[in-house]
């Protein structure tokens, strides 16, 4: 395919994905047993001409999984006057660790102590600060790739020195955060259209408790607190529909620790089964959108 306007007409509503795995066949499945039609675009073939109108959709779910080409797309198709979920400023916003923390802390919600070092002798002196053990974690990524725990101040030269040779300069950055001593499990709440649809705890013998990466899902309580903060989260990055990321510290004390604009739900349907049809909530909320 080529030009967007090229597709054919009469759907009013767009996955954009370049990766379809098992949460987007859920959501087309989702789209079939209602009986909408949608396009799914391939996002790696996809272009956008400047100064385009006459899109054939007025609402486009954005599952692309790249997050360059997520928040441009994003920007593209809202230029051309398409409704997209989340925005590209929920994208942007929840895509750069950093500037979700800053998001959080301006919404005066929990978070670890967090410092952005803009070298990484700068870097070093944040840890410094903020004490050993900690983590540096890339500003942009999922999957809990490339965090590295760091014992102590040795440990963070030899992290910091490999940094410093990669090219680019966002590389550069450092991102580092207070380790919190959580119980081995941290909490992901689902959130759609200001609704809570539920939360599991996902543990791991690891630091990453992904269930990507092998972590295990187990239904969790939402409680008052759980539900105020991940709206509250949600809220503050502007994401409609959001994966809320809580951490407990050992005093059971509820920490904010990442917001998700294209949530991973594999793990929370397992762990919920056939009681919460996330991809059914997703769907029914962007038929709500369509028809305002």
């Known amino acids: 395919m080529s030009a967007a306007s090229e597709r054919p007409s009469g759907h009013k509503i767009a996955i954009l994905a370049s990766r379809v795995g098992a949460d987007e066949k859920r959501l087309f499945d989702a789209f079939d047993r209602r009986g909408v039609p949608f396009d799914h675009l391939d996002t790696r073939r996809q272009w956008f001409l400047a100064g385009q109108r006459d899109m054939p959709w ?22 051309a006057g398409v409704e997209v979920v989340n925005s590209a400023e929920a994208t942007e916003a929840c895509g750069d660790k950093w500037r979700t923390t800053m998001v959080l802390q301006a919404a005066r919600l929990p978070t670890p102590r967090t410092a952005l070092g803009l070298t990484p002798q700068a870097a070093l002196d944040a840890l410094d600060s903020l004490g050993y053990p900690a983590l540096i974690k890339p500003l942009v990524g999922s999957w809990g790739r490339l965090v590295v725990r760091l014992p102590d101040r040795a440990g963070a030269e030899g992290v910091l020195e490999y940094a410093a040779a990669l090219p680019g300069p ?16 941290d909490i992901r709440v689902i959130v759609v259209g200001g609704q809570v649809l539920g939360a599991v705890y996902r543990t791991s013998e ?3 408790t992904n269930v990507a990466l092998g972590g295990e899902a187990r239904p969790c309580e939402v409680t008052p607190e759980i539900s105020k903060l991940s709206l509250d989260a949600a809220a503050a990055v502007g994401a409609e529909i959001a994966g809320v990321d809580l951490i407990e510290d050992q005093d059971g004390r509820l920490l904010v620790l990442e917001v998700n604009h294209r949530v991973e739900f594999a793990g929370f349907q397992s762990a919920h089964g056939d009681r919460i049809d996330v991809a059914g909530f997703i769907v029914d909320h962007l038929l709500e959108r369509a028809q305002r």
């Open 170 to 185: 966002q590389s550069h950055l450092a991102y580092v955060q207070e380790l919190i001593d959580k119980p081995g499990r």
């Open 58 to 79: 007025n609402l486009a779910l954005n599952r692309e999984i790249g997050q360059v080409r997520a928040a441009y797309a994003a920007h593209s198709l809202a230029a």
């Open 206 to 208: 690891s630091l990453r």
